[in-house]
């Protein structure tokens, strides 16, 4: 399956399923995004959204200034250990690279051991940390890592 890129009314009239794409795949760990956020986020300048057919995934990045930050990967947790992350990444990549974009940075949480593994097998490296920035349902915070690969 191959990821598509949403033109902002698509991104904008399917809020709503990415929305509960996101809160699913992320369940327990973070709230996930609302349908506004999604609608905010496809509406800024360099922001472009990528989808998998039957709501199976999403990516979200921004480039900027020969720079590109994935903004979030996300697999349905039922099509999950598919290679669907890895598609994702690979296309949402490719897309940075279209925009001009010569290096590619995301954040991570410290605990999410399936994403840290994809970014490293894709080439991240850590370049920071940002501590406690996730606030966890339970109210508990968790470090983001920095991490990122050049484009090139």
């Known amino acids: ?10 991104a ?17 760990r973070e709230p996930g995004w609302s349908a ?6 496809a509406a800024m300048a360099g922001t472009q959204v990528l989808a998998l057919p039957d709501g199976q995934g999403l990516g979200v990045l921004r480039s900027v200034a020969g720079e590109a930050e994935l ?8 099509a999950r250990r598919a290679g669907l992350g890895a598609a994702l990444l690979a296309a949402v990549e490719a897309t940075a ?10 954040e991570v949480a410290e605990g999410n051991a399936a994403a840290r593994a994809l970014y490293a097998r894709a080439g991240y490296a850590a370049r920071g940390r ?10 508990s915070r968790e470090d983001a890592l920095l991490l ?3 484009l090139a």
């Open 71 to 78: 903004l979030t990967l996300a697999v349905a947790p039922a």
């Open 36 to 41: 506004d956020s999604f609608r905010d986020i």
């Open 130 to 139: 940002r501590r406690g920035y996730y606030l966890r349902p339970d109210g």
């Open 148 to 150: 990122a690969r050049a």
């Open 12 to 28: 904008e009239a399917q809020a709503a399923a990415l929305s509960a794409l996101h809160r699913a795949a992320f369940a327990g």
């Open 1 to 10: 399956m191959r990821p598509r890129v949403l033109s902002p009314a698509e």
């Open 97 to 106: 690279r279209a925009d001009g974009a010569a290096e590619m940075h995301l």
